[in-house]
């Protein structure tokens, strides 16, 4: 008996030095991963409260003045810039100056006027020259030749009648008037046209 007891006593001490020995590695490890994790927080509150020091430290930068505020009313000018625009246009070289020599050209006279003839001064009616024998004259036997001269004018009319070339007898020329005068005319025409015109009318007394 006394035997098994100090066997069974060792071997609980050897159980209880592990034991202890394994509390001890645990208690060890705690104590590293706790002063570990410890440091590092410790390092981080640290840095935060530099960061924290230096951004209140820092002067604020001076910052540029705000824009002026855009009045919506007025519209700015707009800038419209022309584009260049270059267009090469082609010259073409002059024909080479030839010398003319100009003569001097009359003109071609102009065509002649047809000319119309003139027609003449034409009696349209004679009466009987024996109507205006003078009454005397017959018993004196007086006979002669006269010449009156007639003018008519465009409308056909006597405007004047006398004794150009008598005939030796007053009463034959005073009669050879009245005889004209009894008479009848057409105008003469000139360029197709009527004109006033004269003519020398022969009278002629005789006895049968």
């Known amino acids: 008996m006394s035997s098994y007891y100090p066997q069974q006593q060792s071997n609980y001490l050897s159980r209880r030095g592990i034991a202890f020995v394994g509390i001890l590695i645990l208690h060890a490890l705690a104590i590293w991963a706790f002063i570990s994790g410890f440091a590092n927080n410790g390092v981080r509150y640290v840095q935060t409260i530099l960061q924290t020091n230096i951004i209140q430290t820092e002067k604020p930068k001076d910052l540029p003045p705000p824009p002026p505020p855009v009045d919506l009313k007025e519209r700015p000018p707009v800038q419209v810039i022309a584009p260049d625009i270059n267009i090469s246009i082609p010259v073409e070289t002059p024909p080479p100056i030839q010398q003319v020599t100009t003569s001097h050209v009359e003109a071609a006279p ?12 034409k009696p349209t ?27 008519v004018n465009v409308g056909g009319k006597l405007d004047s009648a006398e004794v150009a070339t008598t005939s ?41």
């Not at 102009?110 to 001064?121: D, E, K």
């Not at 009616?125 to 003018?151: H, I, M």
């Open 168 to 208: 030796g007898f007053p009463a034959l020329d005073a009669a050879a008037i009245k005889y004209a005068r009894a008479m009848k005319f057409k105008a003469a025409t000139s360029e197709g046209k009527p004109v006033t015109s004269c003519s020398n009318l022969p009278v002629k007394f005789e006895l049968h």
């Open 125 to 151: 009616y004679a009466p009987d020259v024996a109507d205006y024998y003078p009454d005397s004259s017959r018993r004196a036997s007086e006979q002669g030749r006269a010449l009156v001269k007639v003018c």
């Open 110 to 121: 102009p065509a002649p006027r047809a000319i119309v003839p003139g027609t003449p001064l």
